[in-house]
């Protein structure tokens, strides 16, 4: 079973940066798609960011100020998060999926806050 563990979140003002890690364990990592979601105050979760292979795709929301990467040697993935919004506040959530088995794995969800 897949363990996922996700850092980076925090205060921040508005208009300013943050980036998220999320650390995967065990040694199929780069075939694993990888995403990060959102889930803001009262509202579902949502997807903001996914990575498979080489392919990146966003949310109409963040393109242009998130940005996702991986590194498969370290078994992570990151999520950029540049000129944030209000609306950007709530808890972002790592994902992985096995595309072979369908497998499935949430984080633990780490809290971005924005506040001025």
């Known amino acids: 079973q897949v363990q996922l563990v996700e850092s980076g979140g925090g205060l921040v003002q508005p208009g300013g940066s943050l980036r998220l890690s999320c650390t995967a364990s065990g040694r199929m990592f780069r075939v694993y798609t990888m995403g990060w979601y959102q889930q803001a105050p009262g509202k579902q979760r949502e997807v903001a960011s996914i990575t498979a292979g080489g392919d990146t795709n966003y949310a109409d929301s963040v393109k242009g100020r998130f940005t996702i990467s991986r590194d498969n040697g370290q078994n992570t993935v990151y999520l950029e998060m540049n000129s944030l919004k209000p609306e950007d506040t709530g808890i972002y959530y790592c994902?992985?999926?096995?595309?072979?088995?369908?497998?499935?794995?949430w984080g633990q969800g780490t809290q971005v806050t924005l506040s001025s």
């Open positions: 994902n992985s999926k096995n595309p072979i088995s369908g497998d499935e794995t």
